[in-house]
């Protein structure tokens, strides 16, 4: 990910060993991280059993917020793809109970319906 990307507010697919061992506090003993987006410090998680927003706050980044989204929580999803002008796609989220979705930017380089096609995988269990 380059530094414009994190300026921008993209986000990259990162290696999902590496997330294991930052998060092995938080997971589940049978949990299994399967796939994992940075967004310059805060992470977008998916597991075999929820979806976990990290948001590391201060300018240290010492105190971090853990959103915990079982999947059923979940009811509807949108993504928009990266135009010629447009240079990211967006993934909608909405949880039940909640008028706003929760929005994250991708960088055009990454592929959004992967990342559509792993949310739908568990939401439509």
Known sequence: MSIFDGIMGNVSEIEVSKVEK???DLLALTEKVEHA???IRDLLIFTDKRLILVDKQGVTGK?????SIPYKSIVHFSIETAGTFDLEAELNIWL???SVPI???FNKSLNVYKVQSV???????
């Open 63 to 67: 105190k971090v917020e853990y959103h």
């Open 119 to 125: 949310l739908a995988e568990y939401v439509l269990k």
């Open 96 to 98: 039940s109970g909640s």
């Open 22 to 24: 930052e998060m092995k």
């Open 103 to 105: 929005q994250k930017k």
């Open 37 to 39: 987006y940075k967004l």
